[in-house]
């Protein structure tokens, strides 16, 4: 059974930071990613890394405020976010791809075949 279980959202304050951890198991993933939906918005991907841990794409509004990371041991990839700002507000998805993505695949939520149930971080102004 595959599983994906994310944990550390919660209520912070504009320009706080909080760390995301998302647990993986039954699969071995080639490509990860932390996908966020805001209320009445689409998924978008906002990093993703690959197996090597090498961080792969950064959705351009969060750049130099949040980092995605990875540990193959604990079969694990966690979201640092810092700087968190209103529009950060937002349920939080784990998401894993048995494939390599690249280009505009990896920023699309479609290619990730795997996901968790999401974790809502609301950032207060």
């Known amino acids: 059974q595959v599983q994906l279980v994310e944990s550390g959202g919660g209520l912070v304050q504009a320009g706080d930071s909080l760390r995301l951890s998302c647990a993986a198991s039954?699969?071995?993933?080639?490509?990860m990613a932390w996908v966020r939906q805001a209320p009445g918005q689409e998924r978008d991907v906002v990093g993703a890394?690959?197996?090597?841990?090498?961080?792969?794409y950064y959705v351009d509004d969060v750049k130099g405020r949040f980092t995605i990371s990875g540990d193959n041991a604990k079969n694990s990839v966690y979201l640092q976010m810092s700087g968190l700002k209103p529009e950060d507000t937002a349920v939080y998805y784990c998401?894993?791809?048995?494939?390599?993505?690249?280009?505009?695949?990896?920023?699309?939520?479609?290619?990730?075949?795997?996901w968790g149930q999401g974790t809502q971080v609301t950032v207060s102004s």
């Open positions: 998401a894993g791809s048995e494939s390599a993505l690249y280009g505009s695949a990896i920023s699309n939520p479609t290619f990730f075949e795997y």
């Open positions: 890394i690959n197996s090597r841990g090498e961080s792969a």
């Open positions: 039954g699969r071995t993933f080639i490509t």
